[in-house]
Structures are given as structure tokens and as C-alpha cells.
């Protein structure tokens, strides 16, 4: 893998690749650090949201009480 972040000064941008990727198939993706970093904590969150929606307790209105945790 290749990774290669820059500060374009134009439309053209050159990026040298090894050897061994010539006559392959590439995938190049162009986006800014803060749209990667935007997404990827939308997304992040939102998988963190989902795995745990089905044990989420709901604590609001929870009251502890000392003495009868005292008194087992």
C-alpha cells in the first residue's frame, strides 16, 4: 500500500508507485483531511451507537440506596 498525503499546488498531481504495482489494477481516492476525519468519526460513532442499542440500560430515574445494599 501507498499512502501519500500532500498539499496540491494544482489540478496535476504526481505520485510515484513501486515496482511491483505496475500492470495492476489501482484504486486512487482524492479527499481533504478534514473530510476524512468528519466522516470517519460520523461513522465510527454511529457503529459504536448500534452495536450497543440493545443492552442500553436507561439509568435516569435510578436511585441507589446504601442501607438496603448494606443490609444483604
Same mark, same amino acid.
Request: net charge negative; glycine share 2%; aromatic share 12%.
Given at each position: 500500500? =501507498? /499512502? $501519500?498525503?500532500?498539499? @496540491?499546488?494544482?489540478? #496535476? =498531481? !504526481?505520485? +510515484?508507485?513501486?515496482?511491483? !504495482?505496475?500492470?495492476?489494477?489501482?484504486? =486512487?481516492? @482524492?479527499?481533504?483531511? +478534514?473530510? @476524512?476525519?468528519?466522516?470517519?468519526?460520523? &461513522? !465510527?460513532?454511529? @457503529? *459504536? &451507537? +448500534?452495536? !450497543?442499542?440493545? *443492552? $442500553? =440500560?436507561?439509568? &435516569?430515574?435510578?436511585?441507589? #440506596? $446504601?442501607? +438496603?445494599? &448494606?443490609? /444483604?
Amino acid at each position: 500500500m =501507498v /499512502r $501519500r498525503i500532500i498539499k @496540491a499546488s494544482s489540478n #496535476d =498531481v !504526481y505520485i +510515484e508507485i513501486p515496482d511491483d !504495482y505496475i500492470g495492476k489494477t489501482l484504486e =486512487v481516492l @482524492a479527499f481533504t483531511l +478534514e473530510e @476524512a476525519t468528519n466522516s470517519f468519526k460520523g &461513522n !465510527y460513532m454511529d @457503529a *459504536i &451507537n +448500534e452495536l !450497543y442499542d440493545d *443492552i $442500553r =440500560v436507561d439509568f &435516569n430515574n435510578f436511585i441507589f #440506596d $446504601r442501607d +438496603e445494599a &448494606n443490609s /444483604r
